[in-house]
């Protein structure tokens, strides 16, 4: 049941982006004046068709699920190559130059688009996430240097404001990328505020591929360990943990808070703990010993905290939440770019290239974690499929703008010879990515 959550899941978010996407060249198509052939969702051999529109346009599903096309009237092929003379103004490459550009550019601008749409209705409607609240910060790491102190709240980073914990995490992974330095201004438990300076050289030295905010010692406030519920059977029951309790001390440290104490339970598997909580207004001394989970060797007591962390509501009007909208996706598509410059030039690992088996496991999780995630994350792929298709590469829309870019500096069309060289590379390079993707995908799998 849960395979077919994650197909359909999979299949839900990249079916319309695909459709959209065509739809992109299709309608910029039809507004040159370009006639339109076919237009197909998937490749290779069409299994189910309808004809229909004013030039009775072939609309068609085809067996291979990847990606689609838009076929137009073109001479370079004889397959669709104008049979009237009638029509010889309504072919492809008669078409000016810009127009060439701007049908082939609509598909990945769509695919922005979609993103900006998507991003601005969640920046409109409100996103429940985690505050950019501190913990108490480690000794020793670059955030307690830099002067940051537990239980206050960022509030912007270089002058852009954050509201949560996750526009937090992406402005210090940008600083990551670009290696630039971090000025995050900060809310103070008593009202007051201050800077602290994260300098570039701290962020040289992290992997960007790695967890950037725990190698900065920052990490999310938590609640101190109130326990919620107390699960039948379980080591926290017969230890005697109620519903109430609020956990000081473990072994006479003090237990800072839930994380603490989840982080000890599972650290003591099948050894006693001294617990002393807080029960009605006095401490009473509890003696715990968490059971060993089978599966990690992790000791478990069977106890659920109350609050973890400290929740916002993250929202928007309408011109702001377009606006943040169209930046998110703007800083979104530039560090894909970034770290795509970083693979090519090694300073990046090419295990970051993923496949549809891997995007398919994200969409089964974050559609389980709520639709506003699910959104977040077609938004996500959105951009993805539009940055994707603007690489420079033959047979991707990128490949042909490049061409296009040529013939606009050298006012003469690609050589045909150097055209079909290019496809040929083009091809052999694609499916060398897809066979890493692919690759990569089975290595997380397995």
């Given amino acids: 049941m849960g395979m077919i959550y994650t197909v359909l899941a999979f299949v839900l978010a990249l079916g319309p982006l695909i459709v959209l996407h065509e739809l992109g060249h299709y309608a910029v198509a039809r507004m040159c004046n370009v006639k339109v052939l076919r237009f197909s969702v998937g490749m290779g051999r069409v299994v189910w068709s309808r004809r229909f529109g004013p030039d009775q346009t072939e609309w068609a599903i085809s067996a291979l699920p990847l990606g689609g096309y838009v076929k137009m009237l073109d001479s370079r092929d004889p397959e669709t190559a104008p049979k009237d003379e009638s029509e010889m103004h309504r072919e492809f490459t008669r078409q000016s130059v810009w ?53 206050d709240t960022v509030v912007a980073v270089n002058g852009s404001p954050v509201a949560s914990w996750s526009e937090l995490r992406w402005q210090m992974v940008h600083a990551t990328v670009d290696k630039r330095d971090a000025r ?20 040289a030295q992290l992997d960007v591929e790695g967890d950037v905010m725990k190698a900065l010692g920052l990490d999310l406030w938590r609640a101190r360990a109130r326990i919620e519920k107390v699960m039948p059977g379980g080591a926290g029951e017969r230890a005697g943990l109620l519903a109430g309790d609020q956990v000081v001390r473990a072994d006479g440290k003090p237990v800072d808070d839930g994380l603490a104490f989840t982080e000890l339970m599972r650290a003591s598997a099948a050894r006693a703990v001294l617990l002393e909580v807080e029960r009605g207004g006095r401490i009473v001394p509890v003696t715990v010993t968490p059971e060993r989970d089978a599966a990690s060797g992790r000791g478990v007591a069977k106890v659920l905290l109350s609050q973890p962390v400290e929740m916002v509501t993250v929202s928007s009007g309408p011109i702001d939440a377009v606006v943040k909208g169209a930046q998110r996706t703007w800083e979104t598509s530039t560090m894909t770019v970034k770290m795509i410059g970083r693979m090519i030039t090694g300073e990046a690992s090419w295990k970051n290239v993923t496949g549809p088996i891997t995007i398919a496991d994200y969409a089964g999780q974050t559609a389980r974690v709520g639709l506003a995630t699910y959104l977040q994350f077609i938004a996500f792929i959105s951009i993805s499929l539009g940055v994707m298709n603007l690489l420079p590469i033959p047979v991707l829309d990128g490949g042909h703008l490049l061409y296009y870019s040529l013939e606009v500096l050298t006012g003469r069309p690609l050589p045909a010879r150097v055209g079909e060289f290019a496809q040929r590379f083009g091809i052999g390079l694609l499916f060398m990515l897809m066979a890493l993707a692919v690759f990569n995908d089975l290595v997380r799998l397995l």
Avoid: C, K, W
């Fill in 99 to 151: 127009r060439r550009i701007a049908i082939v550019a609509a598909g990945p601008l769509a695919n922005f688009l979609v993103a900006i749409i998507l991003m601005t209705a969640l920046f409109m409607h409100g996103v429940e996430e985690p505050s950019a609240r501190l913990r108490a910060v480690a000794q020793g790491t670059v955030a307690q240097q830099a002067g940051v102190r537990g239980g």
């Fill in 184 to 203: 995050l201004e900060l809310r103070a438990q008593d009202g007051g505020s201050y800077q602290a300076l994260i300098p570039a050289e701290s962020f």
